[in-house]
């Protein structure tokens, strides 16, 4: 992955594995999107439940630790509609790469969202960044 999940386009990145008995789509959705819970939001997942800092680590996971892979298919940026698809064949090596700086893209993402929500919510802290009004 060269670039990071863009919210404009009408899909975002991902890897396709397939292997002898079957295939894994991981998809890596921008750090906004609406699909992420909530900071601290506890959400149905799989067989139980997790936040979104578990749903991350899980997709390192799966890409971590292979079953046996056959292929895997990268698609590296968001499309528009009417523009073709730039699917290309990568090794497993660059798959783990590319999932590596998605999630650091990601958690800093979040960071940086999270010490922005604390600073607007300290009531102290933006008078005195703001001034008197």
Same mark, same amino acid.
């Given at each position: 992955?060269?670039?990071?999940?863009?919210?404009? /386009?009408?899909?975002?990145?991902?890897?396709? !594995?397939?292997?002898?008995? /079957?295939?894994?789509?991981?998809?890596?959705?921008?750090?906004?999107?609406?699909?992420?819970?909530?900071?601290?939001?506890?959400?149905?997942?799989?067989? /139980?439940?997790?936040?979104?800092?578990?749903?991350?680590?899980?997709?390192?996971?799966?890409?971590?630790?292979?079953?046996?892979?056959?292929?895997?298919?990268?698609?590296?940026?968001?499309?528009?509609? /009417?523009?073709?698809?730039?699917?290309?064949?990568?090794?497993?090596? !660059?798959?783990?790469?590319?999932?590596?700086?998605?999630?650091?893209?990601?958690?800093?993402?979040?960071?940086?969202?999270?010490?922005?929500?604390?600073?607007?919510?300290?009531?102290?802290?933006?008078?005195?960044?703001?001034?008197?009004?």
């Amino acid at each position: 992955m060269t670039e990071r999940p863009s919210p404009n /386009g009408t899909a975002f990145p991902f890897l396709h !594995f397939t292997r002898a008995y /079957g295939t894994q789509l991981i998809l890596m959705p921008p750090s906004d999107h609406p699909c992420w819970p909530k900071d601290g939001e506890v959400v149905p997942y799989i067989f /139980g439940k997790a936040n979104r800092l578990h749903i991350l680590q899980e997709k390192f996971t799966m890409v971590k630790y292979p079953y046996e892979r056959l292929r895997c298919i990268h698609h590296a940026r968001s499309f528009l509609p /009417g523009q073709p698809l730039e699917l290309q064949e990568i090794p497993l090596k !660059f798959a783990i790469e590319a999932m590596e700086r998605y999630i650091n893209w990601t958690l800093r993402d979040w960071r940086e969202k999270s010490k922005k929500d604390r600073r607007e919510a300290d009531p102290i802290r933006s008078w005195a960044v703001g001034g008197a009004q």
